[in-house]
Nanobody, 119 residues
Framework: QVQLVESGGGLVQAGDSLRLSCVAS?????MGWFRQAPGKEREFVATISRSGLSTLYADSVKGRFTISRDNAKNTVYLHMTSLKPEDTADYYC???????????????WGQGTQVTVSS
């Protein structure tokens, strides 16, 4: 059982930047970030392969968000820039076997961290 703990969420203004972190109890997994806004379904944000060489992004965040990882620390990051009010959501870290955008492909999930972007 992989334990995932997210941190870094908060209240920011539109245009600000924020970096989320997710520490895993063990490495060797593809890591993804998903988000869920109030009243909406959970959606894919970004994912990164175990090596860090392969990444995928949702069109809505491409060019603004960057996913990265530090395998020595079993930590994955989501650096978010030019934040918009529509980025407001609970952000979840997830661990899986392969680089995929579907939430069902990720076996382990963190508890989430809240990001609120005010206009």
């Amino acid at each position: 059982q992989v334990q995932l703990v997210e941190s870094g969420g908060g209240l920011v203004q539109a245009g600000d930047s924020l970096r989320l972190s997710c520490v895993a109890s063990e490495g060797s997994y593809t890591m993804g970030w998903f988000r869920q806004a109030p009243g909406k379904e959970r959606e894919f944000v970004a994912t990164i392969s175990r090596s860090g060489l392969s990444t995928l992004y949702a069109d809505s965040v491409k060019g603004r968000f960057t996913i990265s990882r530090d395998n020595a620390k079993n930590t994955v990051y989501l650096h978010m820039t030019s934040l918009k009010p529509e980025d407001t959501a609970d952000y979840y870290c997830a661990a899986g076997k392969i680089v995929m955008t579907a939430a069902s492909m990720y076996a382990y999930w963190g508890q989430g961290t809240q990001v609120t972007v005010s206009s």
